[in-house]
Structure formats: C-alpha cells, structure tokens
C-alpha cells in the first residue's frame, strides 16, 4: 500500500514563495500518476499540476508560469514549486496518485485514490 505525506506548507506575503514536498512511501512496483490538488473550504478540489506522462507536466490555467511540478530524481519525492503566490493561493494543498499501465495521467479527481492528508498554504496580502 503507497502512502503520500505533505510537508512545506506555511504562511507567506503576496508575491513569496513555497516548496510543497510529497513523500511517496510504502510497497510499490507499479508506475503511478501524481498530481497536486488544493482545496479551499466551500469549493470543489482543483487539480493544479499533473505530472501527464513521463517529461511531460501540465498545469491549470490560474498557476501557469507561477508553480513547477517535479519528481526528485533519486527519491520518491514529488514537488510544487510555488512563486508570486497571491491570496487566491490560499488552500489545503494535496498530493495524490493512482496506478496506471499506460497512456496520460488524467485531472480528475476521482481516479486519484491515494491522498496525502493536506498542508495549508496561506497568503497574505
């Protein structure tokens, strides 16, 4: 069973920065699709950044030039690099993944069933 585990949140001013880390853990010997959600209380989650295919990330149209998905290349890592935060950022920010044998990773939320329970990220005007 993989486990996900958010670190990096925090409190940052309109225009800062933050890494978002998730830790890939447990038993795995299949390739699985990653991506980054966030959620804000009273809305629907929101994929921000999906790592599509090997080399190939995608990203919502709200974050383009702002954050960066990646994997680490030695550790199960993945990352969200986040700049010029504004406070329309401000979320529970999530990693989640699901196994797949082939083609693109998909931004719906309801084949990822595996999920990190969340780091807040919160920006101040």
């Known amino acids: 069973q993989v486990q996900l585990a958010e670190s990096g949140g925090g409190s940052v001013q309109a225009g800062g920065s933050l890494r978002l880390s998730c830790a890939m853990s447990?038993?795995?010997?299949?390739?699985?699709?990653m991506a980054w959600f966030r959620q804000v209380p009273g809305k629907e989650r929101e994929a921000v950044a999906v790592?599509?295919?090997?080399?190939?990330?995608e990203y919502a149209q709200s974050v383009t030039g702002r954050f960066t998905i990646s994997k680490d290349k030695v550790h199960p890592i993945l990352y969200l690099q986040m700049t010029s935060l504004t406070p329309d950022d401000s979320a529970t920010y999530y990693c989640a993944a699901y196994e797949i044998e082939r083609g693109t990773c998909s931004w719906s939320d309801l084949l990822y069933d595996v999920w990190g329970q969340g780091t807040q990220v919160t920006v101040s005007s």
């Open positions: 790592m599509a295919s090997p080399g190939k990330t």
């Open positions: 447990g038993r795995y010997t299949t390739a699985y699709c």
